[in-house]
């Protein structure tokens, strides 16, 4: 019974910090927190607990330098990543009207990876 309850508790530790994020997440920053309220709470808890969450469309899962960020809005991710020094800046497209024309379908979100050379290692 104990056990149960703990693992309860520690569902809604971590549904109340993601409920608290405005923007993107990491797995590990999302422990990280959820962990300040209950040290008992694993890492695999945590991954448990999002791979659910995605599964049932209540957060969505972005690939951002390599790496699986979260959000609880469907929201568009896009990167310019210098391929000397590695910079990576976040940057908002506000349509992709051009492409929805090529596509055989309905876009509803979408991610773009923009590489090239920063002013910097120009």
């Not at 927190?33 to 808890?45: E, L, M, P, S």
């Not at 051009?98 to 002013?119: S, W």
């Amino acid at each position: 019974m104990g056990r149960k309850s703990r693992n309860t508790r520690q569902k809604e530790i971590i549904s109340e910090e993601i409920l608290a994020e405005k923007d993107f997440f990491s797995a590990e920053e999302l422990h990280q927190r959820a962990q300040g309220k209950d040290k008992q709470i694993g890492i695999a808890t945590v991954y448990r607990y999002l791979r659910i969450a995605k599964e049932t469309g209540s957060i969505y899962a972005y690939e951002c330098e390599g790496r699986n960020v979260y959000s609880t809005a469907k929201k568009d991710h896009c990167h310019f990543v210098c391929k000397k020094c590695g910079k990576t800046v976040h940057f908002n497209v506000s349509s992709i009207d051009f492409l929805k024309k090529k596509m055989d379908g309905e876009v509803t979100q979408f991610q773009i990876l923009v590489e090239g050379y920063c002013r910097s290692c120009l």
